[in-house]
């Protein structure tokens, strides 16, 4: 016999689970398939730069105790080039709002935590997940749990399943318009097992390349250099991971950068990714199934929030009153903040980085820029609006 709910959720991660706790606190039910194990979903390393929306939500969805307990508040951060740091003070320049610096991990946990104690069911380690009937009014789920096939009846499907999952590639071939920018260059990142040497993200433009120094807490330091995309990272011993980072993070006044345990590392390439529409029929994409953003704006969980929360709430609308509106609606809605989001990853990323094939004149442009934005009140607030979303 197949199972039956109302939502059916392909994706564990926050796109999937925020929507979950929004339909459920709605009295929607919902089932979510995922792939890998709960301790795999849980312990991946990915952002951790939650916007204010993102934290205002978290509380309001009476999840974000061990946000405000553990997690770190910023209100600013450094652009650094030219060997000087320089501060936008961001909750100045936006009536007060901020950043939390949370692991996305630690988000993921507090979601997992939420659905299994409330009952709700997950289900972990399932395969060959496939959409079916999604053009129609009888959408259905197929997998494998345990070696065994089983089947969920539903109204509708959400694909939360990221770019390489299997909701996206069902859509027939031709209905999507696809935009996809892939960067000349990747960033190969680290997690140390050291105090923070900053007390606010330091972004730097260096002429060796782009760096990055954020933090995950008090003990542990994340960092960022700009790399080949396609360089083995065997290549890279920690030792000459970290006199890059003294290279790339050096001041005038002697600012200190302190190295510690290198507990984990990795090459990760940089892509900008639309598929246009998020939806066909009664299956609606979400988070990384639909759009990809280079992380140098700390944009990608946070976008996938606010698509599962436009998402959640057509949902409630068509539920309570039949009124599918918002639903018809949903894919216009999210790719107006889609493409801002997108503008504002590559207006970063392109001012910070050193780009493939520049000359002088274009590296120059970027100073130009970046001593623009650390002067102008207006140019500052557009970064800052933009960054804390």
Not at 245 to 265: N, Q, S, Y
Not at 296 to 306: E, P, Q, R, S
Request: hydrophobic fraction near 40%; proline fraction near 4%.
């Amino acid at each position: 016999m197949a199972l039956r709910t109302q939502v059916g959720i392909v994706g564990a991660g926050p796109a999937g689970l925020v929507l979950a706790q929004l339909l459920h606190q709605a009295g929607i039910d919902s089932i979510i398939l995922e792939a890998r194990a709960r301790e795999y979903v849980q312990e991946r390393v990915r952002a951790g730069v939650l916007e204010q929306g993102t934290a205002d939500l978290l509380d309001s969805m009476g999840l974000g105790e061990r946000m405000h307990r553990e997690g770190i508040v910023h209100h600013g951060i450094y652009l650094r080039f030219r060997r000087q740091s320089h501060r936008i003070p961001m909750s100045e320049l936006t009536d007060g709002r901020s950043i939390w610096i949370y692991g996305q991990q630690e988000v993921v946990k507090d979601l997992i935590e939420a659905r299994l104690a409330a009952g709700q069911q997950l289900y972990f380690e399932v395969s060959d997940v496939t959409p079916h009937g999604f053009d129609g009014d009888s959408p259905r789920l197929s997998f494998s749990r345990g070696g065994e096939s089983e089947e969920i009846e539903c109204d509708v499907i959400a694909g939360c399943d990221g770019f390489h999952g299997v909701c996206r590639p069902a859509i027939p071939d031709g209905a999507l318009t696809i935009y996809n920018h892939e960067y000349p260059f990747g960033w190969l990142g680290i997690l140390a097992r050291v105090a923070p040497s900053t007390d606010e993200l330091i972004y730097t433009n260096h002429e060796r390349g782009f760096a990055l120094h954020s933090l995950r807490s008090p003990e542990l330091s994340r960092l960022y250099v700009q790399c080949d995309p396609h360089d083995d990272i065997a290549r890279w011993p920690d030792e000459r991971i970290w006199e890059e980072m003294h290279a790339r993070f050096a001041t005038e006044d002697g600012w200190k950068l302190d190295e510690g345990p290198i507990v984990e590392k990795g090459i990760t390439p940089m892509r900008s990714f639309v598929a246009q529409p998020m939806q066909y029929g009664r299956l609606y994409l979400a988070g990384d199934a639909a759009h990809i953003v280079p992380p140098t704006g700390a944009k990608g969980l946070n976008l996938a929030v606010h698509d599962v929360k436009l998402l959640a709430e057509a949902l409630t609308r068509w539920y309570e009153s039949g009124d599918d509106s918002l639903l018809r609606g949903y894919s216009d809605a999210c790719l107006r903040r889609v493409w801002r989001v997108q503008h504002f990853s590559w207006w970063m990323t392109s001012m910070l980085h050193r780009l493939g094939g520049a000359d002088d004149f274009e590296n120059q442009l970027q100073l130009a820029q970046l001593d623009y934005v650390t002067t102008s009140r207006a140019a500052m607030t557009t970064l800052a609006e933009n960054y804390v979303g």
